[in-house]
């Protein structure tokens, strides 16, 4: 029976394959590249095989010159519509829950994006270069395998039960006063101390008298820092002075970041400082014990800034004013923040107050 079904099946595929075909017959021009190769001489013509529409058209000279796609984008009286998949960046900050967050400005899509610094100034080159690596070096701590740090006392102090009003009382602070400093972390290749800000702060006294003398001091320390400053009322009175607090503004303020801040201390170490006379430094006691150095400068002193000096005839010499300059740093202390300043340029003198 098996025998009978496969021989009806194969008589079946022979009589289909000798059927003769209702299609012409023509030459075939989708068969493979082999069968063709094969059945062609080889010294066949294989021009048809390199023919390219590049190398069969050829442009006029007149229309290559004549196109020119910037007259014709200024020409265009409409915008073209934007890309559909391109970003946008925000206009306004909605709140951190709005489904649009704006990049940060480091990124190049942010509108606040400013490319750059494209050359580092001295004090930060001289800061990578070598303070950095001096100061890692000097505050190396070197803790063998197995060390076990000693178990420091609790920073606040509880009370004890002699007394019953000592119960649900707040912590005491540590002996010898309130004020609790910054906790100190070991100095790594992290937390190098640097340079933060910068604050440039002057007091007129004779303000209240005449605002020519506080706009006098703006301009001044506005040339210095290339900062806008900031004014400020007086909190506290001064009779001696006719001082109401609240009432008369006083004082101006300038903040310094970035490169205005390297350029400010570069220009005070390199230029200002050396210049003045019988000046033995900053006292070793300035400090808030938290890292930032605040000193003065006299009237003379400020004259020294070579935006002023340049300029000398232009500012009233009286009316040249004084500043305090406070440096904030990265470091928890004040030992860390000299040792920051004196490799910059810095020097001290005196007592040194940890």
């Given at each position: 029976?098996?025998v ?5 099946y194969l008589t079946?595929s ?7 075909s ?8 989708r068969r ?19 023919s ?5 058209t ?6 290559v ?8 984008a ?5 915008k ?8 946008r ?7 951190p ?26 004090v ?22 197995g ?16 007394s ?9 602070g540590?002996?010898?006063?309130d ?7 070991p100095?790594?290749?992290n ?17 209240t008298e ?10 001044a ?7 806008r ?8 009175g001064?009779?001696?002075w ?8 006083v004082a101006c303020k ?6 205005n ?12 400082l050396?210049r003045i ?36 005839d ?10 305090h ?6 470091a928890r ?6 040792l920051l ?14």
């Open positions: 029976m098996a009978s079904e496969s021989s009806r079946r022979l009589s289909r394959a000798l059927v003769p209702a299609r012409p017959a023509t030459l075939c021009w493979n590249a082999s069968d063709q190769a094969s059945s062609r001489s080889p010294s066949a013509d294989l021009s048809e095989l390199e390219t529409s590049i190398s069969s050829s442009t006029a000279e007149d229309v010159k004549s196109y020119d796609p910037v007259s014709k200024r020409g265009r009286k409409t073209l519509p934007r890309s559909r998949y391109q970003f960046s925000p206009k306004y900050y909605r709140g829950l709005h489904p649009h967050q704006p990049p940060p400005p480091s990124d190049p899509s942010s509108r606040l994006y400013v490319p750059g610094p494209f050359s580092l100034p001295r930060e080159q001289t800061w990578q270069s070598t303070v950095a690596s001096d100061i890692l070096t000097l505050l190396y701590v070197h803790n063998p395998p060390f076990k740090p000693p178990v420091k006392a609790p920073r606040l102090r509880d009370w004890d039960d002699t019953p009003y000592h119960k649900n009382r707040n912590l005491r540590p002996r010898g006063g004020v609790l400093r910054l906790l100190r972390k100095i790594d290749f937390n190098i101390p640097h340079l933060e800000r910068i604050t440039i702060h002057s007091y007129v006294n004779m303000a005449n605002s020519s003398w506080l706009h006098a001091a703006g301009i320390v506005q040339a210095i820092s290339n900062v400053v900031q004014t400020y009322k007086s909190k506290t001064v009779p001696k006719g001082i109401v607090p609240g009432r008369g503004t300038a903040e310094l970041h970035g490169e801040m390297l350029h400010f201390f570069g220009k005070l170490v390199d230029i200002v050396p006379k019988d000046w033995q430094g900053i006292k070793g006691s300035s400090g808030d014990s938290s890292g930032n150095i605040t000193f003065g400068l006299e009237p003379e002193a400020v004259a020294l800034f070579p935006e002023i000096e340049v300029n000398y232009m500012y009233p010499p009286k009316m040249i004013p004084g500043c300059i406070t440096i904030h740093t990265s202390t004040d030992k860390d923040a000299r300043l004196s490799a910059l340029g810095m020097p001290f003198y005196g007592k040194i107050v940890d």
